[in-house]
Each structure stands twice: as C-alpha cells, then as structure tokens.
C-alpha cells in the first residue's frame, strides 16, 4: 500500500519548479489550460514506471533550455518490508514528517521511513534512475531499485487506450491481481505447428505462379532449396503469456469494449489489486464517460471512502467530477512566477458549497461573480455581440460566471480570490453588503463593479438606456410575459397612472421609473419579473445593451468597458 509523499519536480515542460505534498488519497488536479496538470501525471509516470528507457526529446525542457537538466522525485512512504530493508536500502532510507510535509535526511523515531526515487535526464537525452539520500550523495554512492521493487511501485494508468491491461502483458493489472499465471507456450507450439502445415496446403494452390518463378530462379543460381513452399513463419508468431487475453461469453475479445467501459472494468481491477499497485494516474477523468458513468468511476476509485483504498491523481475538466469530490479532495494548479505552486481548495473556509454551486468557475483563471442569473446573460449576451462585431471573446480569453446567489456573491467572491484567482464582482445595488467580506474582496485586489443609485439591473437598464432601446427592451418583456402581464404589471407600479400602451407611446422619466419598477417587481423571488433567466437577459444584452452602447447613459458604459477590460486584461497571462 505504498504512498507518494512528496513530488519535486525542476526543468520538465512547462514547470521550472514545483514541489508538492499530495494526500494519500484522491487528488484531483484543476486548472485552466497548459497550467501544467497532465505533466504532473506524466513526471510521476516517467519516475516510477516499470521502464528500462524513456525516449526524451528537446521540447520536454523547460523552455528548450538542455543546458539545465530535467529532474523528477517521487518520494514514496508506507514501505513494505522489501522496501525497508535495511541490506538493500537502508544507505538510502530518509524520514518524512507527515504533520509538515519535510523531509528529514535520515529516519526518525517520530518520522516516517521512505524512500526517493529520482528521474534525471542532461542533454544526452539519456535518463537514468537512482534512489537519493544525502547520505549516499555526501559519499557519492548510487543505486537504483531492484527490479522487481520497481514493478511493484509503477502506477497504473487510464489512458485513452486501456487495452494492455485486459490481458496478462507485462506490467498488466491481472498480473498483480493474484500469483496466477496462465502459461500457453505449450499449445501455441503446437497451434502453430498445425497452422503451419494447414496453411502451406492451401498457400501450394494460391501462390503457385510465384512459387514456381522462386524456385526457376533458385536454381539458376545454383541454390539448393528444394520444393519451394509458403508457410508461416514461426518466428514471426508471438508464443508467450501476452497472448491471452479475457473475452465476453460470446468470445468477443473485452479489449473492444467502449472506452468508458475499459476505464471503468480497470479501474475496478485496480481495487481488486490495491494491496500491490495503489496508485492510479487518470488523465481527464471525463474522457469516453456519460456523466452518471463519471461518478461510477469517481466512487469506484474510492472518492467516497474514509480510509482510501487507493492514492489517486487525476485532472479534470468536468464540472460533473468537481461536484461529486470533495474540496480537500481538489488542487489547483498554476504558475507563480518561476515555479508551480498546488493549492488544496478545501483548506479554505466556504470552498465545499461554493464548489457545489459554482464548479465550472474552478476550472477558468478569471471569475465574475455575478450577483445573480440576470448579470449573467447579460455579459454572455454583450459577449456574444462583441465576437460577432470582431472583438475578442472574454470566454475565450479565460474568463468564466458565477452565480452569487445574491446575499452570498461576495463569500463565493472571496473563496476565489483567496485560491489565487482573478475575481470581479458585478453587484446589485439595492443592497448593502456585509462591510467585512467587502474590504476583505478589494484587500485582496478584487475589483467590484455595482450599478448606480440602489438600481437592481432592471432599473438601470430602464434609466440608462436611449428612448428607441427602452421601447425596444418593452418588446422583449412583451415576447417573454405577454402583453397583458406587462399591462398589469405597469399599472401596479404606477398606482394605474400607467400603463403598457402609454409606456410604448412616449419615454419619459415617469415611465423609466414605472417600467424600472414593474420591470424588478419581487426581484428576490423572480416572480412577476421580466427578465429572470439567463436567457431572457442574454437576449438584451446582445440585442438591446450592445447596440446602444455608443448612445446610453455615460456611467453605464462605464461600467461595461470597465469589466471587459478587465476580462481582456486576463487573456494576458504567462
């Protein structure tokens, strides 16, 4: 039941340096794109896999740069007693205090034993492994592990292709799920044997023309070959254990089983083995998986489980995945300046519901936390505007929404920005918020952005907007709530001093107030309000917003340039 302790990594790929101390159990790696996830997986892979060579090329440098070597090391604990002995290993063996997550040069009573494991590769392009201690490096001492120890540590991995491991091939789960081996080399012998003569029978009659030119020309030139004859070529015939492989009760072969299907059957073998490989790498966990197949596969791994039954790394980009883990079970990943850092996100207060309720936004580098579902389509709907009119979209530059749900937008707000990420809160006015979440927000560099003069976004929009895109916003609450709601509505707003058709006829401040009104009614609930939906909104935006944005009231575009500078601003990043 081996465990990674600590993974130091320095010059490979995109990360110049990154050391982390990862749980024994699931460990999900999150963050926008090339943020370095799948290298991580890859270093341990390359560390402790059962490999005699690995072909290293320039680009697996850090910045092409061959002149600083790649170094990988993956420290291990809870060693069985091979891996302790003190014979083989015990130059080597270092501590490793579990409560701070340091590594002691050498064991101690209070410390845990382990072992590291160090992957080196210069400009040769040659790698080499070897165990480290400060002791053996102090007297220039080197080895590596026994093979047999190396086998027994290598992780298994879900790969896009899961094949390999439905068939007893070297390093395959169902070699370690038990001592069994099925041995077929006596009856292939024979198989082949038979197939041999079989097939030179019938190849006599199909190949005869170039039989007979083969054997003309062997002796012409005095090459005593005999009755020349086509048969299959023994040495060309595979005889060993990797031949076997498991079939369904119709003898279809289990590796033509569906992707999701082979990464769940796998991952479901690993448990069975988990006494001798208890480590798992999964690379996009989502790959090939309908989303109930995705929380199959996240239980079977043991997400769910108090002792972990296996030590489990995985990268994501599925907000279906992020739901059913558990925040102290999820790491971002990102770059800080000249080194990679690994954030835990449960370490932070207010994380697991905020995961709930807004996954997709741990997976950008920028969050707007809106303060409700109206703010949200209406940005998606001005985005929408700006790429059809050739600007850049913020979405695609790594910006991503959430919804604040109102009195909770700057908790969630502060969840992001404490796990390092770029937060703006675009916020009702109506409503004060708690005094202390706000100054710890803009504290921390949060920007905040809030409509004028206690306006919810309805009214702002009815203040705001010109005289033809207010009765162009009218229309679309008609086509959203029909004419006769509308009516009412209006009438109720104005104490009947209004109504639909007045309102259609002339702008007027009076009627920008009413509309504003009517437009808001129990805007908490949504009730009776016209705009409730990300939908509805998002149609304003892209339709009413965007096109009066040159002719609109001054602060309101300030407040939309602002916030898509803002979001261009991310598309900046390393």
């Not at 109930?292 to 296996?310: D, N, V």
């Not at 705009?531 to 407040?559: H, N, W, Y």
Request: glycine residues 8%.
């Amino acid at each position: 039941m081996s465990r990674i302790r600590k993974i130091e990594i320095q010059h490979f790929r995109c990360i110049q340096k990154l050391d982390w101390t990862p749980s024994a159990g699931i460990n999900c790696l999150i963050g926008h794109g090339d943020s370095g996830k799948s290298t991580v997986l890859d270093a341990i892979d390359l560390c402790l896999g059962a490999r005699r060579t690995v072909q290293f090329v320039d680009t697996d440098f850090y910045k092409l740069d061959v002149s600083r070597p790649i170094q990988i090391s993956i420290t291990i604990g809870e060693l069985d007693d091979a891996l302790k002995n003190l014979d083989a290993y015990g130059y080597y063996h270092r501590g490793f205090d579990i409560a701070t997550g340091n590594l002691l040069s050498e064991p101690e009573a209070k410390a845990e034993t382990v072992l590291t494991l160090r992957l080196r590769v210069g400009a040769d392009l040659e790698p080499s492994w070897s165990l480290y201690s400060e002791r053996a490096e102090a007297q220039n001492q080197t080895r590596n592990l026994n093979w047999v120890d190396r086998v027994m540590l290598a992780p298994t991995r879900l790969g896009a292709s899961g094949e390999a491991n439905l068939g007893w091939r070297k390093g395959s789960i169902l070699n370690r799920i038990s001592d069994e081996n099925a041995d077929a080399s006596a009856i292939l012998v024979s198989a082949a044997r038979d197939a041999r003569k079989a097939f030179g029978d019938t190849a006599k009659s199909q190949v005869s023309e170039t039989l007979a030119v083969v054997k003309k020309a062997a002796g012409e030139l005095g090459i005593p070959v005999g009755d020349v004859t086509a048969m299959l070529d023994a040495n060309s015939m595979s005889l060993t254990s990797g031949t076997i492989s498991l079939h369904d009760s119709d003898g279809v072969p289990l590796r033509s089983l569906g992707l999701g299907s082979t990464r769940l059957l796998i991952a479901g073998l690993q448990r069975e083995a988990a006494d001798q490989a208890s480590i798992i790498l999964v690379d996009e966990i989502e790959h090939g998986l309908e989303p109930h197949r995705i929380i199959r596969l996240i239980s079977s791994l043991g997400a769910k489980e108090a002792t972990p039954p296996l030590q489990v790394f995985l990268t994501t980009h599925s907000p279906v995945a992020l739901r059913e883990l558990s925040a102290d079970q999820l790491y971002i990943i990102r770059r800080v300046t000249n080194r990679h850092e690994v954030r835990n996100v449960g370490s932070h207060d207010d994380m697991q519901s905020t995961v709930r309720a807004c996954p997709e936004a741990f997976l950008a580098p920028s969050v707007i936390v809106c303060e409700g579902a109206s703010e949200i389509g209406l940005i998606r709907g001005l985005d929408i505007s700006r790429t059809e009119n050739g600007r850049s979209s913020i979405m695609a530059l790594g910006v991503t929404l959430a919804d604040g749900h109102g009195k909770t937008t700057f908790r969630r707000a502060n969840a992001f920005i404490a796990l390092g990420y770029r937060t703006l809160i675009l916020n009702d006015s109506d409503e004060k918020p708690d005094e202390e979440e706000e100054a710890n927000f803009v504290h921390a560099g949060g920007l905040v952005l809030t409509w004028r003069n206690g306006n919810v976004l309805e009214k702002e929009l009815f203040a705001s907007l010109s005289d033809a895109a207010v009765k162009k916003l009218i229309e679309a609450a008609v086509d959203n709530v029909g004419d006769v709601g509308i009516d009412e509505n209006i009438k109720s707003a104005s104490g009947n001093a209004l109504n639909l058709a007045k309102c259609r006829d002339s702008v007027t401040n009076e009627t920008r107030l009413a509309l504003g009104k009517a437009a808001s009614a129990n805007h908490k609930t949504r009730k009776a309000s016209w705009f409730k939906s990300v939908t509805a909104m998002e149609q304003v935006g892209r339709e009413v917003l965007a096109p009066d944005l040159a002719t609109c009231d001054a602060k309101l575009r300030t407040i939309i340039e602002e916030l898509f500078a803002w979001g261009n601003d991310g598309g900046k990043r390393d």
